[in-house]
């Protein structure tokens, strides 16, 4: 169930640790036409991981029976985002 979707998650969660790190390598060299170009993908990044989320969270609303798997699974993807980026799971909205 949502595989793909979920493997999709955490492609993107990789790419905006990598967007971040180098986000803040340019700033420290005050290279603005690398920050402006890197600025540009991680609102990208971040819009698509937004979508994605959305398209997770209307799959597991239309499987009612299943709501308690979905649950565990919603906790867990919460807390694997946490971690992989180092804030707290009560910090991560969706």
Sequence with gaps: ???FEWQ???KLGERLRVLHHRYAAAQ???HVGLVEGLKRDLTQAQQQRDRLLRYIQVCY???????NRASREWR????AVAARSGIAPQ???W
């Excluded at 867990?76 to 807390?79: I, K």
């Design 28 to 30: 420290r060299t005050a």
């Design 61 to 67: 609303r239309v499987a009612p029976g299943e709501r």
């Design 8 to 10: 999709e998650l955490e």
């Design 91 to 93: 910090r991560v909205r």
């Design 1 to 3: 169930m949502l595989a």
């Design 76 to 79: 867990r993807l919460r807390r």
